[in-house]
């Protein structure tokens, strides 16, 4: 099976001069975890997360009104194309310690595929739960907690 089949083909993304305020308020209205950052072309210029607000805009005492995305994003972000296979993109999660992967293809956007999709599909439950023990083995190692990077 490749990443194609299993991605969200509709992606709600933010431009790098928005602020982290609308950033905030996309991810709370569509209940996501992850925006990629793409200029007006579609271009993958990184991804911003809950976590990236958090600790990059609130904890630093930011005003999230006035703080662009691109200031705060995640800036070498990892990506996958839509044909790679399941098992591949499981590894590159893991590889990143992300829970979610953009979905990039003639350099531009064009969906995201999450370890969830992975796991609701049932043939693949193996990879996600591989993939997932990685990541918070990595991150636990590394002193932090167990959430996401992405």
């Known amino acids: 099976m490749r990443v194609r089949e299993l991605m969200h083909p509709y992606v709600v993304t933010i431009a790098p001069m928005e602020s982290a305020a609308l ?3 996309l991810l709370s209205r569509y209940d996501l975890g992850a925006l990629p950052v793409c200029q007006g072309d579609g271009r993958l210029r990184g991804v911003v997360t809950d976590r990236d607000l958090v600790l990059r805009c609130m904890a ?3 005003d ?8 705060i994003m995640t800036r070498s972000c990892t990506w996958v194309g839509p044909d790679a296979g399941i098992g591949e993109a499981a590894a590159l999660m893991a590889r990143a310690q992300v829970r979610r992967l953009p ?4 350099q531009r956007v064009i969906g995201m595929v999450s370890l ?7 043939r693949y439950e193996m990879e996600a739960g591989t993939a997932l023990a990685r990541i918070s083995r990595r991150v636990s190692r590394a002193g932090g907690d167990t959430e996401d990077r992405q």
């Open 23 to 25: 950033a905030a308020r």
């Open 60 to 62: 630093a005492g930011e």
């Open 116 to 122: 969830g999709d992975l796991a609701r599909c049932g």
């Open 64 to 71: 999230p009104d006035q703080l662009p995305v691109g200031d």
């Open 103 to 106: 979905v990039v293809e003639d």
